[in-house]
């Protein structure tokens, strides 16, 4: 009767180009429903509305490795930033090609929709039509992705080529021969690795998806349970090769750039083993992490999709048959890492959480919700599209009343317009602004060419010379305590600060003094200033 009725008053011509049967047609339908490729694409749209764009947090990390390699072919130094290779080079790349930090935000909401867009084609494929058009509502336009996918952040790219893998590993699980479930299989290794050089995580991928091709057979195999047991063993074996030879090539990569074949793994001791003096217990370490979870879960308008109802049916799906079980393996797997994992190799240091550790998990999530409502008795309307419509419409409320008035408005790019503002005011006088690394490297990124010559570092020693000073309200930790104080001394010569409402956006808490930016002036020995 519904479609009946949507049919008159829309027009059977219609309702088939948005991929729904009519009961009328004869015609096969397309692969992917319309409707589905239209969530996405109001999912990009979402994102180039409220373009977050470059904040001056680690996105100036990873552009200054990324544009360190690129122009020298060597790294200078010990960053965690800069483990993530195929990230921060992409990333520079496109800073570089388009001229400014923006183009690589932008390519980072290019990974966004490109993971958006494999995982409704996954879905319809191997799932369901319906359930790749719920997909769709549920991630294309869930809020934390509008947000987080237009800054430039490792996990947009994480999230398209985890689901990239996902899809090649369930065909070479599903592959036709032995060999070609092979080589399939050693393609997806190629793929998880090429994600762990996007960011480290990704090799979270490899033990349930290794152990769900090789206990569980594919839907509709009907082989004898021995053979699809040594195929499976095969199949994950041929996965961690072709993620093993990943890892050769991206440690070669780092031997070559900085004689450290082992860079990543360097930088991660460096940031978290040596700074942290003593690991805590294992009960106070996972019940710090029961209190993220729960914390993350009071912001349910923020979360909802991801951990209120995607823990749960990622954790059912586990149970299911076929392309869900792996889907929910993997999903499940890496969720219970960011929310109780450890940063250090050897302690028990709780993960710095923060909501955008979510982007990855939210296709799996998708897929999960999806198929577990096509699946559901009288199937919830999956034929339908008021069931997709109703959530898409509250996750574009969420988002307008939660995303849009903080776009582009973040604490760290008004730091960084900040800087550019005192070099600005100084660009017809013959005076040096002089920061800290992270003011420098806000500088790199947020200031005219023309003027960052006039934008050095603190000296680390010795009498601070003429000029102004300016120090990140993080920034103090790479200058030193001692320093920071002989600058703070100095007479102030203004205030680069701004209104505390943009301290606070999607949840972030506001670092100290941070609405407070003192600029500080060193005169000139006969008494001048600047």
């Known amino acids: 009767m519904l479609r009946t009725w949507a049919g008159l008053l829309l027009g059977r011509s219609v309702w088939r180009l948005l991929g729904i049967p009519d009961g009328a047609s004869k015609v096969s339908p397309p692969l992917v429903p319309g409707a589905a490729w239209l969530l996405v694409g109001v999912g990009l749209l979402l994102r180039l509305l409220w373009f977050t764009g470059p904040v001056g947090s680690d996105d100036v990390r ?232 729960v914390g993350a879960l009071g912001r349910f308008t923020w979360t909802s999709a991801v951990l209120a109802v995607g823990l749960p049916a990622m954790l059912i799906a586990v149970f299911q048959r076929g392309p869900l079980r792996l889907v929910g393996s993997i999903g499940s797997f890496f969720l219970l890492y960011i929310v109780f994992g450890s940063s250090s190799f050897t302690k028990l240091v709780p993960l710095p959480f923060q909501d955008r550790y979510l982007l ?65 005011l100084m660009r017809e006088q013959d005076v040096i602004l002089y920061g800290d690394y992270r003011t420098v490297l806000c500088a790199n990124e947020f200031v005219r060419p023309g003027l960052r010559s006039k934008i050095k570092r603190i000296p680390k020693q010795g009498p601070l010379p003429p000029g102004l000073y300016m120090i990140h309200p993080r920034g103090v930790r790479h200058l030193g305590e001692s320093r920071a104080a002989d600058v703070r001394a100095q007479p102030l010569w203004g205030d680069a600060g701004f209104s505390d409402a943009a301290f606070e956006p999607l949840g972030w808490a506001r670092p100290e003094d941070a609405s407070h930016v003192p600029v500080y002036v060193v005169r000139e020995p006969n008494g001048a200033q600047p």
Request: aromatic share 10%; glycine share 10%.
């Open 62 to 293: 990873y552009l200054d490795a990324g544009t360190e390699i690129l122009r020298t072919g060597a790294l200078s130094g010990i960053d965690h930033a800069a483990g993530r290779l195929l990230f921060v080079v992409t990333a520079a790349a496109a800073r570089l090609r388009g001229g400014h930090p923006g183009w690589a935000a932008a390519l980072s909401v290019f990974w966004s929709v490109l993971a958006d867009g494999l995982m409704v084609y996954f879905a319809a494929k191997h799932i369901g039509r319906a359930a790749a058009v719920w997909a769709a509502a549920i991630a294309s336009t869930q809020p934390i992705a509008v947000a987080y996918s237009g800054m430039i952040l490792p996990d947009t790219l994480l999230a398209a080529l985890l689901v990239l893998g996902v899809v090649l590993l369930h065909a070479a699980w599903r592959g036709p021969t032995r060999h070609a479930r092979a080589l399939m299989g050693f393609a997806a290794g190629l793929l998880f690795g090429l994600a762990y050089q996007a960011k480290e995580p990704a090799l979270l991928a490899l033990p349930p998806a290794g152990l769900v091709v090789a206990l569980f057979r594919a839907t509709g195999e009907r082989r004898p349970t021995q053979e699809i047991l040594s195929d499976g063993v095969l199949l994950a074996g041929m996965v961690g090769l072709g993620a093993a030879v990943m890892f050769v090539i991206d440690g070669a990569i780092y031997w070559h750039l900085s004689g450290d074949f082992l860079y990543k793994f360097t930088a991660t001791r460096v940031r978290y083993n040596d700074l942290v003096s003593s690991s805590a217990s294992l009960p106070a370490h996972l019940w710090q992490g029961a209190q993220v979870f």
């Open 360 to 424: 990855p998990l939210i296709p799996f999530a998708a897929l999960c919700i999806a198929g577990l409502v096509v699946r559901a008795p009288k199937r919830l309307g999956s034929h339908t599209l008021i069931g997709p419509a109703l959530v898409a419409a509250l996750h574009l409320h969420w988002s307008a009343s939660i995303v849009a008035p903080r776009a582009g408005n973040l604490y760290f790019a008004r730091y960084c317009q900040g800087v550019s503002m005192v070099a600005e």
